[in-house]
C-alpha cells in the first residue's frame, strides 16, 4: 500500500515535539517524492528543494572532494529527514543526497516550511526540540571519529542499528558507504567484521545482515574497553 503523507510525517522523529495544529500545516503543505535506486535527489550547490523526510527506502548524503573522493556524512533511512537545515537557513544545498535503493519520501518546499515557521511559534519550538535532539546526533557521531578507534567505531554502529527479533540487523546501503561514513576504508572495515566474528560477538548472514551474539561485549569494545580486538 502507497504511503501517505500522514504516515510518513507520523513517523518522523523531527516533528516528535510537534502539537497537532501545525503538524496539520505539515501535512497540508507536504507532498510525496518518488526516487528510483542511483537517482540524485539534488547536488552540492543547487537550490535547496525543501526538507525531506524518509517514508521507505534510503538516502546517502554526502560531500565530494576537489580530486573527486566521496565521504559520507549521512545514511539517511526511515523516520529521519535531511536537507532541514539548508531549509530553515535558507542557504543552497551543502552535499549531494542519492537515492541508494528505491526510496519514497515527503517533500515540505522550503518556502512553505518557512512561511510556516515565521508565522506559528507553537511549530517552531516544536521543531527545534526535533533539531536539538539530531544536533546531540551529530555530537555522538563527531565523538566516534575523534575519540573511538576503527573497532570501537564498527561496533558502536552495530548497536545503534535497530534490531529485528532475532538479534538480526540489517546493514544499511552498501559496505563502502557505511565504511566511509565510519570515516574507514572498506578493507578495514571487513577486516573488523572478521574479528568481530572471531571473536564470537557476530555472526555475519547473508544479504547484508548480521545477527549479534554478545550486545555488552560490543558495547565494551565501543567503549575503548576491550583491547584484546
Not at 26 to 54: H, M, S, T
Not at 121 to 131: S, V
Not at 161 to 177: I, M, N, S, W
Request: charged share 25%.
Amino acid at each position: 500500500m502507497p504511503q501517505s503523507v500522514v504516515d510518513i510525517l507520523n513517523d518522523c522523529k523531527l516533528f516528535s515535539g510537534v502539537q497537532a495544529r501545525g503538524f496539520q500545516r505539515l501535512v497540508v503543505i507536504a507532498r510525496i517524492c518518488n526516487f528510483r535506486k542511483g537517482q540524485w535527489i539534488f547536488r552540492e550547490g543547487d537550490e535547496c528543494p525543501g526538507a525531506y523526510v524518509v517514508g521507505s527506502g534510503l538516502v546517502r548524503v554526502f560531500k565530494t572532494g576537489a580530486g573527486g573522493k566521496e565521504h559520507v556524512l549521512h545514511m539517511i533511512g526511515p523516520g529521519n529527514t535531511f536537507a532541514e537545515v539548508a531549509t530553515i537557513g535558507g542557504f543552497n544545498c551543502p552535499a549531494s543526497a542519492e537515492a541508494v535503493a528505491p526510496t519514497t519520501c515527503a517533500l515540505l518546499p522550503a518556502d512553505l516550511l518557512r512561511k510556516a515557521l515565521e508565522e506559528d511559534h507553537e511549530l517552531c519550538l516544536g521543531m527545534m526540540t526535533g533539531l536539538a535532539r539530531w544536533v546531540r546526533h551529530l555530537i555522538g557521531l563527531l565523538e566516534d571519529i575523534v575519540l573511538r578507534d576503527a573497532a570501537g567505531r564498527r561496533a558502536r554502529f552495530l548497536l545503534d542499528v535497530k534490531p529485528r527479533h532475532d538479534r538480526t540487523v540489517e546493514l544499511p546501503g552498501l559496505k563502502r558507504y557505511v565504511a566511509s561514513h565510519l570515516n574507514l576504508t572498506s578493507e578495514t572495515f571487513s577486516r573488523i567484521l572478521h574479528r568481530f566474528a572471531d571473536a564470537g560477538l557476530i555472526t555475519p548472514l547473508q544479504n547484508n545482515r548480521v545477527q549479534l551474539l554478545d550486545r555488552d561485549k560490543l558495547a565494551l569494545v565501543a567503549r575503548g574497553l576491550s583491547p584484546e580486538l
